[in-house]
């Protein structure tokens, strides 16, 4: 079990990199620009969303390590 979800954790983390990195690329698809709000705004919450996917991969894959 625990190797199952250190293998979650890497991929949550992975994600989280993913959504950093490419965050104002991912903020001008086109699903995303029928919300009315600003480029900059999409493209903020979206890091948010990836740190925040990053830091709970972190916590499952110390957590089953260690």
Known sequence: ???FLTI???IL???GVIFIYDARLLSKSERLKKIKDDQNVIA???KILG???LVI???LVYN???
Do not use: D, Q, T
Request: charged share 15%.
């Open 8 to 10: 979650i954790g890497l």
């Open 13 to 15: 983390c992975m994600i």
């Open 51 to 53: 740190f925040v996917l």
């Open 57 to 59: 991969g972190a916590l």
């Open 44 to 46: 903020k919450r979206i």
């Open 64 to 66: 089953f390590l260690y």
């Open 1 to 3: 079990m625990s190797e």
